[in-house]
């Protein structure tokens, strides 16, 4: 019985969930899915926050208005697509795929079979884009990060030896150290220490940096989002090794870490195409905007969330879209579009596409007296 | 002892110690030599030496804490004795698990007992003829025709089985919800249905009323004469085991003191010194009301358990609260300390109302409740659970307290740092009372304080509650042992499924036909499910 | 053998009335895409429970590891689905079989975790399935498998060593899990399977296995005295607990293209530990309930936006105050007095 009182409470919910409404709209439906809570929250939060920005300011613009609208996945890609049926039944035109990788992945194949538009600001892994004619990415692939890392190491000589600490049950780390090793091998980079951690095992590193410290690498690459980054970064200071720190995508975010110390990130390089410290007139006034409304600079990946929807806005406007073609109709417009179609965002210029991936030059950054500097 | 042999190494008994020589022509069912355990340096039972026929009933007595269950567990295998041997059927079965134990022939029930309650009584019987049941895994998934035909099969034995007890109507019940005397008897099925050549029966009449025990008497020999197996007994109940067993074996402090046969046993200067007790007296009294109780109603659930029940007492007085299992003894006094409510009606104390106040404030309003099962606190010592019970009650010396009770139970006092839990039952009972009577307490209820206790452990409580009597305790006594209760009370009232049916001075109630009607058995019959009654 | 039969068709019901119910508003488009997609993994996650609920509420053990099992059956059955994708190309055919390689490599697990864990007892028991569960998810987090018409490659740490035909694929690779997964999982499959489980659970139960299973849950000791094998019952129910899981977790690996060994961690653990425990233990037809609801309700609350776990946390332990409040439960008796009584608690 207690069952059915059970029952009866959430059936009514049920009923939410299985009733679907469709409204005629003169709105086009812009939605994506990312991590909004949970331990990958601010990768999900940024990208929302920015698109939520680049929504608003082309809606003031008056022309045509579009609506967006972000679905908490958890990082988990079995929510990823509960969450991307959820916005199918919204009535979803065109989507911003989802932030992170294995969501990305899962939430990739709907695009495809359901045949809806979409590009992911974020998601680097490669399944992402492989065998899918209507997925593009707007950030690079985990392996063209790590090979242009190790390029980017060789090129500016910043040291011979390097030391790599990477998360071995992680995607994107794997990924990008897999090219990385691949590359340095090529260009002669001397890999001295190659050390790993995992989840559950992620706070204490003294192992790692005292093995990079023993082999003399003067160079630490850092394959890995920021909460492990920062704690590498806290426990070498600790241990009085100073390396040069050099970081991906992933890094971006440590300066506003709650609870870090953001001067020990100070000279940390990491390689990312976005840098808010730019004079150009679009990043600035994308990083003022974004600080008066959440408070802090934004980092890559709100970086890429704005530029997802410009890009996506602008093909669609050049495609002619309106509000009421389907999302079929969206989709095989902008898969003809996106053959030509070339966009200036704020990370990058003159980008094109080729089998979804995204053609652009990564920007090397430092980080200086608590802000991301431009190298070059 | 009985069985001569020759050349093996049995103890050589006294000859007023021989349980009669009878039916071990053949080899005896089970036999055991020089068997002993030690816990952690404490001989808790040793050289144990018994011969039983092969179809021979068999009782163990002794004191509480003598040791009789531990050579049950022995018997079975639960620890596996330090020095000596076990030959069942001349099989050595040292080294066996319990479970080869009774597949090789030994079947038991437990002091507590130890029923699958989940499961229905039917099914109890079936998971004990698990082993002559011949379907396999697959069998049973898939519903082959091994599985109905031996499932049939068990369920018709199992029925069989029942009848011997005329138990089939409640074959479906679940086992857990039948009353006390009824949970002994599916026990003793389910042990039968291991198709045991020796019965080890832990107190089978453990919380029977007298007619259920001389059933059980009855029922014992017939298990006997219908399956041709030996039984062994642990039991209090003298008049059980006098008059059903052939041999008795008296164990003390994990010794066999005496054996022989029952009248043997009676006349040994031994036995009667270490087990067998003196008679109690009367006490005296004077009035003024300490507690009344009117009109209450108490449910649990859609169960109606007290219905209207008002009575009174009076300062000075032991009033006994009389009934059979279940009629709603312990609820009521559940109900007065605060840990039941009524729905109706009022209780004071002392004038005071105390109906609505939780259970320790009453404790303080000087009410004291020495519980059924002597719920002490077994990971103290003996002087912590003292402390405990004067634990709420302000402006107290502790230790005057301490003394006052230790004067009451000098064995208390020998054994003041010891923890509860290694106490003999007869001693967790002591303690009980020891702790209730700390907090200094107008009124002192106890439930059913000689539960489980040797006779002259059941004497020595009931000459206890005599001398706090005489101090001026007020006593509210509830008792399965209505003999005894009324004989040391001053009034008595009779509760029968929840209502009061009569009333009046012990010696009016000890004669009236109401108490063996409602009490001493006669129509009450097991039909759970009408009344509820059983559920408390 | 007259056990609550009630119970046991009510389940069987309600599983056949929700799977009419939801092809009928499917094949008329009345079903939402959300609720279309939850069909499947509400399958295999009422799999789970019921699977758990043998080794939990009949068993009487608790396991904190049950996530291992599904990620063992989620590995091995896709595999095998990737490897008989050409062999077998009816693809419902290939996902029964890929379930049932799930279902032996997962009994397979049960069976040698069962060795040292069933030794002991109560909480010691708990922490070491726990411990168990982080084991098989580490092996597959590091674990690289590859096939080609040779065979298959196994390595561990990393993929280094392995060489593959050109024609050859990566099955595993490591924590990035399987990609690529065909998404040959459907509603009729996971119907099928709860049909079936519900069949092994309820013949179990009523045969002399499932009896001992339970004495020794009531009472171990009395169970040994009747000669009862503890420790071969005990593995029974835990082997067919965990092959079911292995079934469930092939069922969902194969209803998303891609699938890591991280998804089954503590965390899914508890999460079917909730759905059993909330659907009252021993209570199959609760933990049918339990499972679905729970599963629907993060997303019926997606209206409360990032708020919505802070909302399904509450509304779980509102629920679970409520089902144990003493209020309800002189109700939940008057009701069943009512309806004349039925005594058996509402197990099985």
Redesign the interface.
């Known amino acids: 019985m207690n069952k059915k009182l059970f029952s009866v409470v959430l059936a009514v919910l049920m009923m939410a969930v299985c009733v679907s409404g469709v409204m005629a709209q003169d709105t086009i439906k812009i939605g994506g899915t990312g991590p909004l809570t949970g331990g990958a929250a601010i990768y999900g939060n940024a990208v929302a926050n920015a698109a939520a920005i680049a929504i608003d300011e082309i809606n003031a613009l008056g022309g045509q208005q579009y609506e967006l609208r972000y679905e908490d996945d958890a990082h988990d890609a079995e929510k990823a697509v509960n969450a991307f049926n959820a916005l199918l039944d919204w009535g979803m035109q065109v989507s911003m795929s989802s932030v992170t990788s294995k969501p990305a992945e899962a939430t990739s194949e709907l695009n495809m079979e359901e045949r809806v538009f979409g590009m992911t600001p974020s998601a680097s892994s490669t399944a992402v884009i492989e065998g899918k004619d209507n997925v593009l990415q707007m950030c690079f692939t985990d392996p063209n990060q790590g090979s242009a890392s190790a390029a980017y190491i060789a090129n500016n000589d910043l040291a011979d030896k390097v030391a790599v600490i990477w998360k071995n049950d992680d995607v994107y780390s794997k990924g990008i150290y897999d090219t990385f090793m691949a590359e340095a091998e090529e260009l002669g980079l001397e890999v001295v220490s190659d050390t790993t951690f995992s989840d559950g095992n992620d706070t204490d590193f003294s192992v790692q940096i005292a093995d990079a410290q023993e082999k003399g690498a003067e160079l630490v690459f850092l394959p890995m989002y920021y909460t492990p980054a920062s704690l590498i970064l806290a426990q070498a200071d600790a241990a009085g090794y100073d390396p040069i720190f050099f970081g991906v995508d992933g890094m971006d975010g440590i300066l506003t870490m709650e609870g870090f110390d953001a001067s020990l990130a100070e000279g940390v390089i990491l390689l990312t195409p976005f840098n808010a410290d730019s004079e150009d007139e679009k990043t600035a006034a994308f990083v003022a905007k974004y600080l008066e409304l959440y408070g802090e600079i934004p980092n890559q990946f709100a970086a890429d969330g704005y530029d997802v929807v410009y890009a996506l806005v602008g093909a669609m406007e050049e495609a002619g879209v309106t509000a009421d073609m389907s999302a079929e109709e969206i989709n095989d417009a902008l898969i003809e579009t996106f053959e030509t179609f070339t966009f200036d965002g704020v990370t990058g210029e003159n980008m094109t596409w080729s089998d979804g991936a995204v053609n652009k030059d990564p920007k090397g950054m430092i980080i200086q007296d608590g802000a991301y500097v431009g190298l070059d | 002892m009985a069985y001569k042999s020759d050349g093996s190494n049995l103890v050589p008994v006294p000859s007023n110690a021989v349980i009669p020589e009878r039916d071990i022509n053949d080899m005896p069912a089970l036999e055991c030599k020089n068997l002993g355990i030690t816990f952690g340096g404490l001989h808790a039972v040793e050289n144990f030496n018994l011969t039983i026929g092969r179809t021979e009933i068999a009782g163990l007595i002794g004191p509480n804490g003598a040791g009789k269950t531990t050579v049950f567990n022995l018997l079975t295998n639960v620890y596996q004795p330090t020095t000596g041997t076990i030959l069942l059927n001349g099989m050595d079965t040292h080294g066996m698990s319990t479970a080869q134990v009774s597949k090789a022939g030994i079947g038991r029930t437990f002091q507590n007992i130890r029923l699958f309650n989940n499961l229905t009584v039917e099914e109890n019987i079936m998971v004990a003829m698990d082993n002559s049941m011949k379907y396999g895994l697959f069998d049973g998934l898939l519903r082959l025709p091994g599985y109905f035909r031996e499932e049939k099969k068990a369920h018709e034995k199992a029925l069989e089985l029942l009848h011997i007890f005329e138990m089939e109507n409640v074959a479906s019940h679940q086992a857990g919800s039948l009353p006390y005397g009824a949970q002994r008897r599916v026990e003793i099925v389910r042990a039968l249905a291991t198709n045991p050549k020796v019965l080890l029966l832990d107190e089978p009449a453990a919380g029977m009323n007298p007619s259920e025990t001389a059933d059980l008497m009855a029922n014992i020999r017939k298990i006997r004469d219908t399956f041709q197996i030996a039984v062994v007994l642990i039991e209090h109940d003298m008049n059980l085991v006098m008059n059903v067993c052939e041999g008795l074996c008296v164990l003390n402090f994990g010794r066999i003191i005496a054996k022989g046969s029952p009248a043997e046993i009676q006349k040994n200067p031994t036995v009667i010194e270490a087990y067998l007790g003196k008679s109690h007296k009367e006490g005296e009294k004077q009035m003024s009301t300490i507690l009344k109780v009117d009109d209450i109603n108490v449910y649990y659930g859609s169960i109606h358990a007290i219905k209207g029940i008002s009575f009174h007492v009076e300062e000075g007085e032991i009033v006994t609260l009389i009934g059979a299992n279940g009629a709603g003894k312990s609820t009521t006094l559940n109900t007065i300390s605060g840990l039941l409510r009524s729905r109706t009606g009022s209780i004071t104390l002392n004038d005071k109302p105390i109906d609505h106040i939780p259970p320790h404030k009453v404790v303080e309003h000087g009410l004291a409740m020495c519980p059924e099962g002597r719920r002490i606190f077994l990971q103290m010592t003996v002087e912590e659970n003292l402390e405990m019970g004067a634990f709420t009650v302000k402006d107290i010396n502790m230790d005057a307290e301490k003394e006052r009770v230790f004067d009451l139970f000098p064995r208390l006092k020998e054994r003041r740092n010891q923890i509860g839990g290694t106490l003999s039952g007869g001693e967790q009972q002591m303690l009980a009372m020891g702790r209730a009577l700390m907090s200094k307490p107008h009124l002192m209820m106890m439930d059913e304080p000689s539960m489980g206790l040797a006779p002259i452990l059941v004497e020595q409580i009931f000459d206890i509650i005599n001398s706090l009597h005489k101090e001026g305790t007020t006593i509210l006594l509830v008792e399965q042992n209505a003999q005894a209760a009324l004989s040391i009370a001053d009034r008595g009232y009779v509760l029968e499924t929840g209502k009061i049916v009569a009333e009046g001075t012990g010696a009016e109630l000890l004669a009236s036909p109401v108490i063996k009607r409602a009490y001493l058995g006669g129509e009450r019959e097991e039909e759970p499910d009408k009344e509820g009654a059983y559920y408390f | ?3 609550n039969n009630t119970s046991k068709y009510v389940s069987f019901g309600l599983i056949i009335a929700a799977y009419a119910i939801m092809m009928i ?1 499917s094949s008329t488009g ?9 069909l499947v ?1 509400i399958c295999a996650y009422i799999v789970m429970a019921i699977s758990l609920n043998l080794t939990v509420g009949i068993l009487g053990e608790l396991s904190l590891g049950h996530a291992g099992f599904m990620s063992m059956g989620a590995f091995t059955g896709t595999c095998a689905a990737i490897i008989m994708t050409e062999s077998v190309t009816n693809t419902g055919l290939r996902l029964g079989l890929s379930m049932v390689i799930g279902a032996i490599f997962g009994g397979i697990a049960g069976f040698l975790i069962g060795i040292p864990v069933l030794r002991l007892k109560g909480d010691y028991l708990a922490i070491v399935t726990l411990a168990f569960g ?1 084991i098989i998810k ?1 092996i597959f ?2 674990l690289y498998l590859g096939f080609d018409k040779y065979g298959l490659h196994l390595q561990l ?1 990393s993929e280094k060593g392995i060489k593959l035909e050109e024609s050859g694929r990566m099955l595993i690779q ?3 899990g399987i ?2 997964i065909k ?1 040959i999982s459907t509603f009729t499959a996971g119907f099928i399977l709860i049909i079936l489980t519900l ?2 659970v309820y ?2 139960v ?7 299973i ?2 020794i ?3 171990r ?10 420790t071969k019952y005990k593995m ?1 129910a835990f082997v067919i607990s965990a092959a079911m899981a292995g079934a469930a977790g092939a069922l969902f690996a194969q209803n ?8 089954f ?1 503590f965390n899914t653990s508890i999460l079917i530990l909730v759905l059993v425990v909330l ?2 233990l ?1 209570n199959i ?2 933990s049918i ?2 499972a679905t ?1 729970l599963t ?8 409360f ?2 708020y ?2 802070l909302v399904y946390a509450i509304v779980l332990i509102v ?1 679970m105050l ?2 144990n409040a003493s209020g ?10 009512k309806f004349g ?1 039925n ?3 509402e ?1 099985l």
């Open positions: 053998m007259k056990r508003l009345k079903i939402t895409r959300s609720m279309q997609g939850m993994p982080e580490s987090n590091n740490l490591g924590a990035m990609s690529k998404k069949f092994i013949h179990l009523e045969s002399r296995y499932g009896r001992a339970m004495a849950r009531d009472n000791i009395a169970a040994e005295s009747v000669g009862v094998d503890v029974t998303y293209s891609t699938i890591t060994a991280n998804k961690d659907g009252g021993g037809t609760g309930i339990s609801l629907i309700l993060p997303e019926a609350l997606r209206g936006a990032t919505r776990m629920v409520f089902t309800t439960k002189i109700m939940i008796d008057k009701i069943k007095a009584g005594k058996e608690e197990g």
